[in-house]
C-alpha cells in the first residue's frame, strides 16, 4: 500500500500561494464583511491620499513636470478672511492672511501621518517586546522590565513631552512622533504583560515547552496570534494620542512652525490672528482643521472594532468552513433548545 502511495511535491509558487490565502486573503475578506472596517479603511485611505496629493503638489520634481494638485497654502492665495462657500474657488474660505484652509488641511496631512506612524509603532514594538518578555520569562527579567514600566508610568506624559520638546527642539515629524509616545509603551506593556501572564499557562503552551521548541518560537506562534486584538487597539489609542498631542503642541505655541504645517498651527493662527473663540464670524477658521482630527480618530477606531473579528477563533474557523456553529446556534423549532 505504501509502495503505490504517490509523493506529491509543494513547489515554492503553491507554498507562497497558500502563505498569501491564509495570512492576506483569508483574513481581508473576514474584516472586510464587518462595515467598519469598510469605513474605517476607506477612512484612512482618504487621508493617504491627501498625503499622497500633499506629497505630489510640493515634490521638486512634480512641480518641475507642471503636476500640482493642491497649490501650498501661502498667503495671499485669496481675499483674506474669505467666508466659506463664498467664493468656490475657495469653498472652505480662507484665514486672515488669505491662505485657503483646503490647502492647509490637506499640506498638513503628510506631516501628520508621519508622526503617527513614528509615534505609534514606537510605542507598539516597545510594549509588546517589554510586555511578552516579562511576561513569559517571569523572575528576575519579569521584576526589571515591569519595574522599569511602573517608572516610566509615574511620569506624567505631557508635561514630560514639552520638556524634551523645549529641550530637543524637534524639527523631524518622524522624532515628533516619538517624543510624544515616550512612555505611552509603560502602560500598554502593562496590559500585555497581564495577558500573557494567562496565556502562557494554556494547554498549547506547555506542549510546545515540553516538545522543546524555543522561546522565540513559542511567542511568535502561540503567544503573540492571541494578543493582536490588544495589540491593534492599543496602536490605535497611541495613534490618536499621537494627533491630539502634536495638534496640542502646536496650538499652544511649543513646537516652532515655519508654515501651515499642522491643523494644530491652523488653529493657533485662527485664534491668535482672528480671535476665533470669541469672533463667531471666525470660528470656521477653527472647525476646519478640527475637522480632520475628529474623521481620522473616529477612521482608526472603526478600524480597531471592524479588524478585532479577525482574531476571534469561531469566526475564522466558520469562514474556513470548518465550525457548524450557524447551524448548533440555531434553536430546534420543536423543542426550543
Partial sequence: MFSQAEITEVTRTQRYQEWFA???AEPFRIAWSDWRTKVGLLIIAGFLLMGLVAWISSSTWFVLERIV????????QGSPRL???????????????????????????????????????????????????????GGTTETVLMTASDVAMTIPGLPLVIVLVVLIEPQSPWLIGIIITINVWAGIARTIHSQVLSLRENSYVEASRTMGIGTPTIIQKDILPNLMPYVLVNFVYASRRVIYDSVALYFLGFLSFRGVENWGVMMHLAYANASALLNPEATYMLIVPMLPIVVLSFGLMLFAQGTDRLFSPRVRTRNEGKSNTDETDEPDPMTGV
Fill in 83 to 137: 467666508q466659506p462657500l463664498e467664493d468656490m474657488s475657495h469653498p472652505l474660505g480662507t484665514d486672515m492672511n488669505g491662505r485657503d484652509l483646503i490647502s492647509g488641511v490637506v499640506h498638513a496631512t503628510p506631516t501628520m501621518i508621519q508622526m503617527i506612524l513614528a509615534g505609534a509603532v514606537f510605542a507598539i514594538v516597545v510594549a509588546v517586546i517589554v510586555g511578552t518578555v516579562a511576561g513569559y520569562k
Fill in 69 to 76: 494638485l493642491v497649490d501650498s497654502p501661502i498667503a495671499n
Fill in 22 to 24: 491564509e495570512s492576506i
